[in-house]
């Protein structure tokens, strides 16, 4: 299992947007990705459990790979987060 925390910069947070582009960049691995913010947590390969999360600018959010292509899996979540969130 890999993971990494993440301070959400973006000013409105995880929005439709911005939530709609990370389901999409989570579905092609086949790991199992998870969103944990707080107390919830979401996998990424759902749009409305992520969203449901409202997560907002600076809160911290953890997230989890675990399965055959973890590794890739977290690298490529960590570049989506740095670049868009």
Same mark, same amino acid.
């Given at each position: #299992? $890999?993971?990494?925390?993440?301070?959400?910069?973006? %000013?409105?947070?995880?929005?439709? !947007? @911005?939530?709609?582009?990370?389901?999409? +960049?989570?579905? @092609?691995?086949?790991?199992?990705?998870? *969103? $944990?913010?707080? %107390? $919830?947590? /979401?996998? *990424? !390969?759902? *749009? #409305?459990? =992520? #969203?449901?999360?409202?997560?907002?600018?600076?809160?911290? =959010?953890? =997230?989890?790979? %675990?399965?055959?292509? +973890?590794? /890739?899996?977290? +690298?490529?979540?960590?570049?989506?987060?740095?670049?868009? *969130?």
């Amino acid at each position: #299992m $890999k993971s990494f925390n993440y301070v959400i910069t973006d %000013e409105i947070g995880i929005h439709a !947007r @911005p939530a709609g582009l990370l389901v999409k +960049e989570a579905k @092609p691995f086949t790991s199992r990705l998870t *969103l $944990k913010a707080g %107390e $919830k947590s /979401a996998d *990424l !390969r759902r *749009l #409305m459990a =992520v #969203m449901s999360l409202g997560v907002k600018q600076g809160a911290e =959010v953890t =997230v989890t790979a %675990e399965g055959d292509d +973890e590794a /890739a899996a977290i +690298e490529a979540m960590e570049s989506f987060f740095k670049a868009n *969130l």
